[in-house]
């Protein structure tokens, strides 16, 4: 049997792989989104949502933007934790702060994060002598932040409110209570492995080494995940009609949940996925209000914070490569001025000297 499980193990590394496997999960995942979506979409009245956009009021969007101020402020500190945890102290927040913004903004839009997300972090941090290594290391502890603030609130919210889910998974409410049982049960035997001493801390060998933070730092990581998940679902909330009533942390799990399956779909802004789970989740909505409430939360959650994220790293881009070695020359000129080479002037004959008498002769 033992031989049978390592010829398939092997067989499947050789053959498929995990990559090829999530390459797959996401086709699968987009397919399913669309197809859904489109099905959602069919009837809707493009004047009800126009009529449903001009219902917002300013003070409704302009709570849900200082939200999402709020949940990007907070992401900064995804890199600024991490970049403590393996002991780069030397890095500033505002680098950590820009690096965390950009990588995530620009990353999350184009699609494929770990891999525009890894370069973009990877520009910055290598002006402060941080290798690849380090910034792979960096982007596992940002990732763990981001999970484990998700489960925490995903737990809590499917143990409260169970049927939030169930439009989306389909599953009864007891199922998806063990569910959320099973996400802090987890989150809490993490904890306790990481208190059993340092060794066990330790993940990796040699230079991909990891040291993972103590309990106590872990408590904080986990923190920064709720507060920034919870200002992004605060952002959905406001935004959401009035009537019918739904309740804070059942918007939550929905929220939640479209997250996790845009991410998992690595579509560029998780476009199509996110915005049919959300459709699907809340039915007791007119499909034209939520449409109408995901367009304002695409404009002040992606595109707004993407020029942004765009306009600094390209101000970044032309400071480094045009403007500071302009500067840096102009400088080096003023510094040590040329000197303009003469004509050396012709030198001066030299004369034999005049031999004098040994002895003057007497006056009269």
């Known amino acids: ?26 086709i699968l995942i987009i397919g399913f989104a669309i197809s859904s979506l489109v099905r959602t979409l069919k009837g809707v009245d493009h004047n009800v949502i126009l009529t449903a956009l001009t219902d917002k009021s300013p003070a409704q969007i302009g709570l849900a933007a200082l939200c999402v101020v709020g949940a990007f402020c907070t992401l900064t500190f995804y890199d600024f934790f991490a970049l403590r945890t393996i002991g780069k102290l030397h890095v500033p927040y505002r680098i950590a702060a820009m690096s965390a913004f950009t990588s995530y903004v620009i990353g999350h839009n184009l699609g494929a994060t770990v891999f525009t997300g890894g370069a973009i972090r990877f520009r910055i941090y290598s002006d402060y002598g941080l290798s690849a290594i380090d910034v792979a290391k ?57 208190a059993t001493g340092k060794k066990r801390r330790e993940l990796g060998q040699n230079g991909w080494k990891v040291v993972l933070p103590s309990a106590k730092l872990t408590l904080v990581q986990v923190l920064i995940g ?43 802004g998780s476009l199509g996925v996110f915005d049919a789970a959300m459709l699907v989740a809340l039915p007791m909505f007119a499909r034209e209000d939520v449409i109408a409430t995901l367009l304002i939360y695409r404009v002040l959650y992606f595109l707004l ?12 881009e032309i ?9 840096e ?16 002037p012709a030198a001066a004959p030299v004369r034999a000297p005049v031999a004098q008498p040994l002895h003057r002769t007497p006056k009269l």
């Open 305 to 316: 914070p993407f020029g942004v994220a765009i306009s600094i790293m390209g101000i970044r």
């Open 319 to 327: 400071w480094l490569s045009v403007i500071k070695p302009w500067r």
């Open 329 to 344: 020359r102009r400088s080096g000129c003023d510094g040590h001025p040329a000197t303009a080479a003469g004509p050396t």
């Open 226 to 268: 709720v507060v920034d998940l919870g200002f992004c679902a605060l952002a959905m909330y406001l935004l959401m009609p009035s009537e019918p009533y739904i309740d804070y942390v059942s918007l939550a799990v929905v929220f939640i949940l479209a997250t996790l399956l845009g991410f998992a779909s690595h579509a560029p």
């Open 138 to 194: 960096i982007c596992f502890i940002s990732g763990l932040t981001f999970w484990l603030g998700n489960l925490f609130v995903l737990g809590i919210g499917m143990i409260w409110h169970p049927a939030a889910a169930s439009a989306m998974d389909l599953l009864p409410d007891q199922i998806n209570r063990l569910i959320g049982v099973a996400c802090l049960v987890g989150i809490a035997a993490y904890f306790v492995w990481l």
């Open 1 to 26: 049997m033992h031989r049978l499980l390592s010829a398939l193990g092997r067989g499947f590394k050789t053959y498929i792989g995990w990559k090829r496997v999530g390459i797959v999960a996401s």
